[in-house]
Structure formats: structure tokens, C-alpha cells
């Protein structure tokens, strides 16, 4: 299964090799130094994973840049509001005492009522989305707003609960929404029909999983949670570069890089050696043999070709096979002509995906905290403020644990021959 896996990450990722040699443009990246992002909606905001995903390739790919995250869900939630309070109450609370930057703004599910679109619930689902826009725009001109067309109710996996199904009345939200952000000058992006191609991709391949995809068909879970926040940070202007290396293991030894510093390449007895200070790290994924979902997410999507390409090409090498080591542990083996082309390391097992995984466990303690802080709410327990105090400092904390963490850390690289038997030999 192990070396299955194997495979399938490198014939999946060696494809965005090319791609790679593109330089990132960081500066035309949305968010910048000093941000202050809310995520704003119902219970699949609540869910807080497309959500952290989005944090998580903010932390990893612009380790130098010091943004915060409020992730404010209520579970049932409409553009009126819901059991978190009315709208103007939600919108005070959980948008406007964030004094947030950007804001983004997923609503949907809840409002069509589970059912074909009626022209009354499409007038109300308008006017109260513009409400909520015109709100925002108001308390905070300066504050950069994306429409987060919804993500789909799971109708290709399922059976329709009716004909046509409630996904038709999702797709006619988004459309307006469309609309709304043009007329308004703010972003959009889709998390329904990205999610609906992979959705028919994965029943396609007929593996018996893709109805765990969504499971209750409202609420994505993990492996689909990527493919939304694919969405938002490619409306935000993300890049698929991690890194990019190309070795010529010629006579010069040279290397062109894009955001990385390769230092102290030498050759000798077969042995390519060389150290990477890279500027950023590989998404927090896998391990992919213990998640079918994941696994089938990704190759039902264009999720690693658009955001996860760590990219190393080394050419000039004489034809054989070839062990990759990182910080003398053994990645994998690959052959002359897979390195010319170029492999993507971004899903194997290097020390750089294990430092990723690190920060995203840091982010899960922040959020913990970032929760229990939410869901304190307007209680008025007569301890509340020193709770309040003595979770915003540990959150504090878990924000600096995730910003060291992120850190570049120097990598020690070996590629050396693999010895191959001698042919045996009939005695005369």
C-alpha cells in the first residue's frame, strides 16, 4: 500500500514540475503584513477547515508575514442571523470588534430551506445578503470583502431529494452573488462548482468512498474542505510555488532556484550533495495511505497542481537509479531521467512536509482556544473575565508557536547511485 501511495504522489505531483519554474509572485498575493481576516458564515464556516486551510497555506507559504484569523461560524446561521444572535448583533461581535481587513462572507445552505427556489426565499436571501454587504462597507470602507459562492448540497453522490435537486437553488445564490460582488467592488469566489467536479470525477472512479466525501451531503468533510479554500486563495492570487531547484550536476554545478538558497553543492564518488534554506513549506497533507479520502480527493482535483508544487530537477546525471536523502534520512529512489524531469516533493515524507505538520498541529491548539473564546459568547458568568483573559493569553502563545514554527530551516540534500548487483558468472 506504502509504495502504492508512493507512486501515486509522484506521477500526480511530477506534472507541475514545469509549472514550477514560473516564479511566485508573493506582492500580488491579496494578503499582506499586518491583515486581519474574519470568516464569516454558518455552520460549514463553524466547521473551521476550509477556514484553517486558508490559514495554514498563509502561515506555510509566507512564513515572514503577520496576519490574524477570526473564524466567526454559527451553526444554522441565514443573512438574518441565527441562534449566534441577530444580524446587526453577529455583524458588531463577530465582524466589526475584529477590526478585520478582509472579510469573507459564506452564506446559503440554510436559506433556501431545503428546497426548490421559491421567489419570496430568493428576495430575502438577496436583500438580507446586501444587507450584510452594505453593512460592512459602511462600518468599514477600507475593509476588502470576498463572496463565497456556497459550496454545493451533495446531490451527485446522493440521490436528489427532489427533482432537480437543492443544489439548483445553491447555484442560483452563487449566481447572484456574482452580481453582487461586481456591483459592490468586492471578490468572489466558488466553492460549489469546483467541489461538484470533484464530487463527479470521484464517483466516476467508482471506489466505493465518494459518498463519505460529504457525508451527511450539507457538510464537507476534511479532503473537501481543501478544494474550497483551493478556491478563495486562488481568488486571492495564490501561486502553486513552494519551491523551485534545478540542479545541472555537470562540470559547473550550478543551480537556478526561485524562493529558496541552494549552498554548497559538490560531486564526488557518484554523491550529489548540496543544502536548501527554503522560504516556505509544503502544505500540511497526508500521510496519504491512511486517508482513502484525501487520496481520492486529489486525484479528482487540480488542488496540488494549483497550490503545492516544491519542485527539484537535476540533470546532467549519468543514466541509474538514484536514493534522495533530506537530513540523511531516505525519501525515495528515483531514476536519471524522473530527476531531469523533475519531481515534486510536496506529498513525500521530507523533513519539510514533518515541519508543515508541525505548524498546522500548532494552528489546531490556537483554534481550540480561538473556539472556547467564541463560544463564550454574552454569558455572564461573573468569572468570565479572567477566563477571557487567561485564553487570550494562551492563544497568544499558540499564535507564536505557529509563527516559529513556520521559520526557515536549512536541509541538508544527498542524491547518491544505487548499486546495482554484479552479473553472475557460469564457471567454465
Known amino acids: 500500500m506504502i509504495k502504492h501511495v508512493f507512486l501515486f504522489a509522484c506521477v500526480l505531483l511530477t506534472a507541475v514540475a514545469a509549472k514550477a519554474q514560473q516564479p511566485a509572485k508573493a506582492a500580488d498575493f491579496a494578503i499582506a503584513e499586518g491583515d486581519r481576516v474574519v470568516f464569516y458564515g454558518d455552520s460549514i464556516t463553524e466547521q473551521r477547515l476550509y477556514t484553517t486551510d486558508i490559514e495554514l497555506f498563509i502561515l506555510t507559504r509566507f512564513p515572514d508575514r503577520k496576519v490574524s484569523f477570526f473564524q466567526s461560524g454559527v451553526g444554522g446561521d441565514r443573512v438574518s442571523g441565527g441562534s449566534g444572535g441577530p444580524i446587526d448583533q453577529r455583524l458588531r461581535r463577530d465582524v466589526f470588534d475584529h477590526q478585520p481587513t478582509v472579510v469573507t462572507i ?128 486562488e481568488a486571492w492570487g495564490a501561486m502553486p510555488e513552494v519551491t523551485s531547484v534545478h540542479i545541472d550536476a555537470g562540470g559547473k554545478l550550478a543551480a537556478q532556484v526561485s524562493n529558496t538558497e541552494v549552498s554548497g553543492i559538490t560531486k564526488s564518488a557518484g554523491r550529489l550533495r548540496w543544502t536548501q534554506m527554503d522560504k516556505a513549506l509544503p502544505l500540511p497533507m497526508g500521510p496519504l495511505e491512511s486517508d482513502p479520502l484525501l487520496q481520492l480527493t486529489l486525484s479528482s482535483s487540480d488542488l496540488i497542481r494549483a497550490l503545492d508544487s516544491e519542485s527539484l530537477r537535476v540533470t546532467s546525471l549519468p543514466p541509474a537509479s538514484y536514493k534522495l536523502r533530506i537530513d540523511e534520512r531516505e525519501i525515495g529512489a528515483f531514476s536519471a531521467e524522473q530527476l531531469a524531469a523533475g519531481i515534486n516533493l510536496a506529498l513525500l515524507e521530507t523533513p519539510m512536509l514533518e515541519q508543515s505538520r508541525r505548524v498546522a498541529m500548532d494552528t489546531q491548539v490556537k483554534n481550540t482556544l480561538e473556539t472556547q473564546l467564541f463560544d463564550l459568547g454574552d454569558s455572564n458568568d461573573p468569572v468570565l473575565p479572567e477566563t477571557i483573559k487567561q485564553l487570550a493569553a494562551a492563544e497568544e502563545k499558540a499564535v507564536a508557536h505557529q509563527r516559529a514554527d513556520a521559520q526557515p530551516v536549512a536541509h541538508h540534500y544527498e542524491l547518491l547511485p544505487i548499486a546495482t548487483a554484479a552479473p553472475k558468472t557460469t564457471p567454465k
Do not use: C
Request: hydrophobic fraction near 40%; charge should be negative; proline fraction near 7%.
Open 106 to 233: 459564506m452564506l446559503g445552505m440554510n436559506d433556501g430551506y431545503d428546497r426548490a427556489l421559491a421567489p419570496d426565499i430568493f428576495e430575502s436571501y438577496k436583500n438580507g445578503y446586501r444587507y450584510i454587504v452594505e453593512a460592512i462597507q459602511k462600518e468599514m470602507p477600507k475593509a476588502r470583502l470576498t463572496l463565497l459562492k456556497p459550496s454545493p448540497f451533495d446531490d451527485v453522490t446522493h440521490a436528489e431529494n427532489f427533482p432537480g435537486g437543492y443544489n439548483k437553488t445553491l447555484l442560483q445564490f452563487g449566481f447572484y452573488l456574482g452580481e453582487l460582488a461586481a456591483e459592490k467592488h468586492a471578490s468572489t469566489a466558488d466553492l460549489n462548482a469546483p467541489v461538484v467536479d470533484a464530487l463527479q470525477k470521484a464517483k466516476a472512479k467508482n471506489v466505493s468512498l465518494d459518498t463519505l466525501l460529504i457525508p451527511d451531503r450539507v457538510h464537507p468533510g476534511p479532503a473537501i474542505h481543501w478544494v474550497m479554500a483551493e478556491s478563495v486563495l
